[in-house]
């Protein structure tokens, strides 16, 4: 793949039209015109600003290396972060019912650990060019995240108070 054609996909890709790229890059809709139909390219100040904007490394967008590969590796990890962060949901969970339970402290706290672990891997279970497409979106996802969160260490203060 060309260059011209993985700017051309990255624009495409991101929803941007040439107008929007070419103010992000503080350059001419023509300058990018030239480089998606291959006939200039931009210069390094240029290539830095791109490689920002579509989070990709200058070297993977002037290599013949396919844009849809990192993709699906970004894919794959995010998958792998999900599943640890629905483990330590499982866990947390576990925990908060074996502490309500039994009146164990100490199973209240291995919940909170897990409610930690929970929202880190939660945050990760996006990939990463996503993470910045649904910026728009990161409130709400970041409150779901804390629901669960509270609902945890709620559990595992009300252990604590029964208790004492």
């Not at 920002?52 to 844009?67: A, C, H, P, R, V």
Request: hydrophobic share 45%; net charge positive.
């Amino acid at each position: 793949m060309t260059f011209s054609e993985k700017l051309k996909k990255l624009r495409a890709d991101k929803g941007l039209t040439q107008d929007e790229l070419a103010e992000k890059l503080l350059v001419t809709r023509t300058a990018i015109s030239k480089w998606e139909t291959g006939k200039g390219y931009p210069g390094i100040d240029s290539l830095k600003m791109i490689s920002n904007l579509f989070d990709t490394t200058i070297d993977e967008l002037i290599s013949d290396g396919d844009i849809d590969d990192k993709k699906r590796i970004d894919e794959k990890n995010a998958r792998k972060m999900y599943f640890v962060a629905i483990a330590f949901l499982v866990a947390a969970t576990t925990f908060s019912l074996f502490a309500c339970i039994f009146n164990n402290v100490y199973l209240s706290i291995g919940s909170a650990v897990c409610a930690i672990g929970y929202c880190f891997f939660a945050l990760l279970s996006k990939p990463k060019y996503k993470r910045f497409e649904a910026k728009k979106l990161f409130v709400p996802y970041l409150i779901s995240r804390l629901v669960i969160f509270i609902f945890v260490i709620g559990m595992m203060i009300y252990t604590i108070i029964k208790l004492t």
